[in-house]
């Protein structure tokens, strides 16, 4: 694995850790009760509270963290190939966490192509 790429997975080991941090921060906030009560929605509701960009709204940190680790994704994949990037999963979800971790970037990289035109595939 090249220094280039083992940056890459050491950024993507920080992005991880600090996506942890921020759910674990919220899960103590007493507001998080009140702003992230769920309510029943129509299917209508949900898609346009997508459109309007709800997640940002409740979870701004953790959503830029996670479109983070969906950037890296990209870059991985403009000069590598899905075998390479497994690489940089099986090093990033080395830790006790392991299996929330590989979970984490397979879920965000889902649908990425790499250089050769295949496709990850969570």
């Known amino acids: 694995m090249d220094e280039h790429t083992k940056e890459l997975g050491e950024a993507l080991g920080r992005i991880l850790d600090a996506i942890m941090e921020n759910e674990r921060l919220r899960a103590e906030d007493p507001l998080s009760a009140i702003?992230?009560?769920?309510?029943?929605?129509?299917?209508?509701?949900?898609?346009d509270g997508i459109e309007r960009g709800d997640d940002w709204v409740r979870d701004p940190i953790g959503q830029s963290l996670r479109?983070?680790?969906?950037?890296?994704?990209?870059?991985?994949?403009?000069?590598?190939?899905?075998?390479?990037?497994?690489?940089?999963?099986?090093?990033?979800a080395?830790?006790?966490?392991g299996p929330w971790r590989s979970f984490m970037l397979h879920k965000h990289?889902?649908?990425?192509?790499?250089?050769d035109g295949d496709q990850w595939i969570a």
């Open 67 to 92: 479109a983070g680790l969906r950037n890296i994704g990209k870059i991985l994949a403009n000069s590598r190939t899905i075998a390479q990037m497994k690489e940089v999963v099986e090093l990033v």
């Open 35 to 47: 702003v992230d009560k769920s309510t029943p929605m129509k299917l209508d509701d949900l898609i």
């Open 109 to 115: 990289w889902d649908g990425i192509t790499d250089k």
């Open 94 to 97: 080395n830790k006790e966490d």
